[in-house]
């Protein structure tokens, strides 16, 4: 994945039953544990291109994020080791 932070993500039914109440993380952390969780339980991950708006948010609104954001991420990996199960969704 290129842009793991892209506001579009669709799933089917049941890969989202399956995953979402696995994901234990919020903020950026919440999309890489997701799409790295359907990676490892063996669902099919694509990346397709969405043309929209840029939205432009303030440097300062980035910045207060970012430290939280990246705890997020930083947990994702060890949260997404312990998924398990099967592609019957």
Known sequence: MVDTQCGFKLF???VAQALFP???TDGF???VELLM???RR?????EVPVNGPISRVPRSACSA???HDLRGADRA???ARRGT???SA
């Open 42 to 46: 063996g669902f099919r991950v694509v």
């Open 65 to 67: 994020r970012a430290a």
């Open 12 to 14: 089917r039914g049941g």
């Open 29 to 31: 952390g919440f999309d």
């Open 22 to 24: 696995q994901v234990t």
């Open 37 to 39: 969780l359907a990676e």
């Open 85 to 87: 199960g099967d592609r």
């Open 77 to 79: 990996p060890r949260l």
